[in-house]
């Protein structure tokens, strides 16, 4: 079954302790990014990825950091947590072979993430 | 600025009626557009994807269509029913590295 896996799925941590919420997905897509969901601002892409090793900033980068190592891969840092950080996160993934090929984005179930 | 915009926000409906949710965008060199359903608490299920050459894709009771040049998407509903309770997110990639652009959402309830 094709899958978006996060973890954890619910976060509660104090400012400044570093963090890390994982993201795999096992349909060996070369795409995958982060988006936050907040109210009233709907979902802005955090980082993206093309492929191993090829990463790149999406609309609000400050205060995360990325990694891609494996394909299946794409775990979220928080070095210093601030409360502003506070918000609902998903991963998604694509095949990204390129423009006019059909593709679709598929979505991890999100990490509610709460910092205090 | 690439904008999304969902009308209404939030609808309340009894069940059985169809219904119809409105998605426009500022730009008209959109790639593919995509309608998604958030639950309560949950992840973002893709309902329907139209690239930029169609018109128009179906998927049971759901049907999509897409005017790029008026910039208009819809979404139509048949014979609603309560577990199509839910938000409704449509997002277009206008080819900024395959980021999406999204709109807020029209919150659907459909009662018995």
């Known amino acids: 079954e094709a899958q978006v896996t996060q973890n954890p799925r619910y976060l509660i941590t104090v400012t400044g302790k570093k963090l890390t919420v994982t993201c795999s997905q096992n349909?060996?897509?070369?795409?995958m990014s982060w988006y936050r969901q907040d109210p009233g601002l709907g979902l802005r892409q955090i980082y993206y990825s093309m492929n191993v090793e090829v990463t790149d900033k999406g609309d609000v980068p400050e205060g995360y950091k990325v990694s891609r190592k494996e394909k299946r891969n794409f775990p979220l840092i928080l070095e210093s947590p601030s409360p502003n950080q506070t918000s609902l996160y998903f991963c998604a993934t694509n095949e990204g072979r390129g423009r006019g090929v059909p593709w679709e984005q598929y979505f991890g179930p999100g990490t509610r993430l709460t910092v205090t | 600025k690439q904008e999304v915009t969902q009308i209404p926000a939030a609808l309340s409906v009894p069940e059985g009626e169809n219904l119809v949710l409105n998605c426009s965008f500022t730009d008209s060199a959109i790639y593919n557009l995509q309608w998604f359903r958030q639950d309560p608490g949950k992840g973002l299920t893709s309902l329907l994807l139209i690239q930029s050459s169609q018109r128009e894709q179906t998927s049971g009771r759901l049907n999509a269509s897409l005017d790029k040049s008026s910039g208009r998407s819809t979404l139509y509903i048949a014979a609603s029913q309560p577990g199509d309770s839910a938000t409704y997110l449509c997002?277009?990639?206008?080819?900024?590295?395959?980021?999406?652009?999204w709109g807020l959402g029209t919150s659907l309830a459909v009662n018995p």
């Open positions: 349909m060996n897509h070369e795409y």
């Open positions: 997002a277009f990639d206008a080819g900024n590295n395959r980021k999406l652009i």
